[in-house]
């Protein structure tokens, strides 16, 4: 078995046996098997002054090297390209972009600093694989530095139409830099045509029907792997009993009343205003439903140094005080709305208890969200997911409530089905959803991926 070189924007704490995301688990677990090296950034911003070398630590057969970038760095590689610019053009918001040159320049140079920093650490038969949008040209100035490894990246966030990727300054030599990877792994079906489109529209290059296309001297691999979580350790973390969540929930359902939950991180990406605007519609269109439901939005604040996150918060605060304000009683508040994080743990037994999983992402790369609420639903009593057209997980998870996260009264309906939805149905639902989570879950998705890189295989057709 070849080594494992795994690239990210952050490292990953080797030394914790679990962390709070799964991919990171199962990452960690690889690299612990194989041996292997993992390289990031530490979360921390350091002096121009102080030394900016990497830092090397042996965990074990891993080698963790981390290094710090300037607050330069930091507000142009990080804040600028990476989630002014980046983040919105990929999940299709031109308004939001924020172009500046500088904040390219910041970009190539940080990239540039994790080829240096990797270069002296390399095998000759190592497997390298490179993690998301911050580091799309990596694999570009590797091979400038004569790196010859085989070389993956794997897309976490979606992949516009070339209509929208064309618009950002210097695209071609961001998709041209993408196509120095030998495998080019992207979330779903729709983010591949995308991908494909580019490459014939603007580099006049042709995909096979299994992912191939020629570029220069080289092959190039591009395959959908949609990313998926541990089920099991899900699971099993949703049927342990957690006392502060019970006791709520006994309170509801002596009262009668039902859960609509919502988590997700606090970004414009995840239709947070219209899904608060359709849980309003829902007890406009339906007096029935008042003081019998109410909406929990969990919503972790993040990238507060960026304008557009917090607009969107502020906007949130003000709708969900509004809603409250129209339609509250003495005894009854529709949203309750939680700025912060809540621990995993709380968070899967909060799911487990909600009658309804609403996941309403105007773009997504995946949403893993969609996929913890299925993981921890009961088979006695399952709860139901209304989940966005637009989110990876709906090309998948088709027993789902699909609905348009850009149409209010279609998610006020389908909301309104879910919560009457008979219990026959919603087994059946919770049935074939389960098995699709199982199919593809987070070991499918690193076993498919390294298998593609190692042997140079066309991707697993997906069903
Ligand atoms: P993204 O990667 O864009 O944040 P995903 O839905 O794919 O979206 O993954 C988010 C992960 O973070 C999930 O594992 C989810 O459980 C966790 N998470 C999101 N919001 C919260 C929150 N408020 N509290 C605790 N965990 C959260």
């Not at 965990?59 to 760095?73: A, E």
């Not at 910041?106 to 650490?121: E, I, P, Q």
């Not at 950002?168 to 792994?185: A, K, M, N, T, Y």
């Not at 309750?336 to 743990?345: K, Q, W």
Request: net charge negative; hydrophobic share 40%; glycine share 6%.
């Amino acid at each position: 078995m070849r080594r494992l070189v795994v690239v990210s924007n952050r490292v990953a704490d080797l030394t914790k046996s679990s962390q709070s995301g799964g991919l990171a688990v199962g990452l960690a677990d690889s690299l612990r098997q194989r041996g292997g090296v993992w390289l990031g950034w530490d979360g921390k911003t350091a002096d121009t002054s102080e030394n900016l070398e990497p830092v090397s630590k042996q965990i074990g057969d891993v080698t963790q090297i981390v290094l710090p970038l300037t607050r330069q760095d930091y507000e142009e590689y990080y804040l600028g390209f990476s989630n002014s610019v980046l983040w919105p053009l990929f999940h299709y918001r031109l308004d939001l972009v924020d172009y500046k040159t500088v904040y390219l320049d910041g970009y190539r140079r940080v990239n540039a600093r994790f080829a240096d920093a990797l270069m002296s650490s390399l095998r000759e038969d190592d497997l390298i694989w490179i993690h998301d949008y911050h580091l799309l040209p990596l694999a570009a100035e590797l091979r400038q530095r004569g790196c010859k490894q085989r070389i993956g990246f794997f897309l976490h966030i979606p992949l516009p139409p070339p209509e929208i990727l064309s618009a950002v300054p210097r695209h071609r030599w961001l998709v041209e830099s993408l196509l120095q990877f030998d495998v080019i792994g992207l979330q779903s079906q729709t983010d591949l045509n995308n991908l494909q489109h580019y490459v014939e529209q603007h580099l006049s290059s042709t995909m096979t029907g299994d992912g191939r296309f020629q570029w220069g001297d080289r092959e190039v691999i591009a395959g959908v792997f949609p990313i998926g979580i541990d089920v099991d350790a899900f699971v099993e973390m949703a049927e342990r009993p957690n006392d502060e969540v019970l006791i709520e929930t006994r309170r509801r359902e002596i009262l009668g009343r039902r859960q609509v939950i919502g988590v997700d991180r606090l970004d414009y990406s995840k239709g947070l205003p219209d899904r608060l605007r359709a849980f309003a519609r829902l007890l406009e269109l339906y007096p029935e439903m008042r003081k019998s439901v109410a909406l929990m939005q969990i919503a972790t604040p993040t990238r507060e140094e960026v304008e557009a996150y917090v607009e969107i918060r502020t906007e949130l605060e003000a709708l969900s005080g509004a809603i409250n304000g129209r339609f509250a009683d003495f005894n009854w508040t529709p949203v309750h709305y939680i700025h912060g994080t809540v621990p995993r743990d709380a968070l899967a037994a909060l799911f487990r208890s909600s009658q309804v999983g609403f996941v309403t992402p105007l773009r997504d790369g995946m949403n893993l969200v969609a996929k913890e609420y299925i993981a921890a639903q009961s088979m006695d009593n399952p709860g139901v997911l209304v989940l966005s057209k637009f989110a990876g997980a709906a090309e998948d998870l088709r027993e789902a409530l699909i609905v348009n996260p850009y149409d209010v009264d279609d998610m006020a309906r389908n909301l309104c089905r879910a919560l009457t939805m008979p219990l026959d149905e919603r087994q059946d639902r919770q049935r074939a959803l389960m098995e699709r989570i199982r199919k593809r879950d987070n070991a499918s998705w690193l076993n498919n991926f390294l298998a593609t890189l190692e042997h140079s295989k066309s991707p697993p057709p997906l069903d």
